[in-house]
């Protein structure tokens, strides 16, 4: 049987990793999430996708660095469904990578 994490820290990160494998199933089927134009708001979408995961109990006592660490996890995620969007997506997602 798996150890559980017995941590605030661990046990959040944990959770973020189980629910970030949605993500990388619709990107193994060749879909992707739409994410916002502007920066800032793909930034907010995230940050609160990150807050909403924690338990209100957590909240008080997760640490910057934390959620910091979540906030890469799940805006990794999304950044590599990306290059499945249309084009003009990636265009208006001001995307500017080679895929």
């Known amino acids: 049987m798996p150890e559980v994490p017995s941590d605030v820290q661990s ?3 944990d959770r973020i990793e ?3 494998k949605i993500l990388k199933t619709l990107l193994d089927a060749g879909l992707g999430v ?3 134009t502007e920066e800032l708001q793909r ?3 995230i940050e609160q996708v ?3 995961t924690a338990r209100s109990s957590e909240l008080p006592q997760l640490r910057p660095e934390t959620l910091a660490k979540a ?3 799940v805006a990794g995620h999304l ?3 990306q290059k499945v969007l249309p084009h003009d997506v ?3 997602n001001r995307v500017r990578k080679s895929w």
């Open 50 to 52: 990150v807050r909403m």
């Open 43 to 45: 930034k907010r979408a």
């Open 71 to 73: 906030y890469e996890i």
């Open 18 to 20: 189980r629910r970030v």
């Open 79 to 81: 950044d590599a469904m």
């Open 90 to 92: 990636q265009y208006r």
């Open 34 to 36: 739409y994410q916002a």
């Open 11 to 13: 046990v959040f990160l």
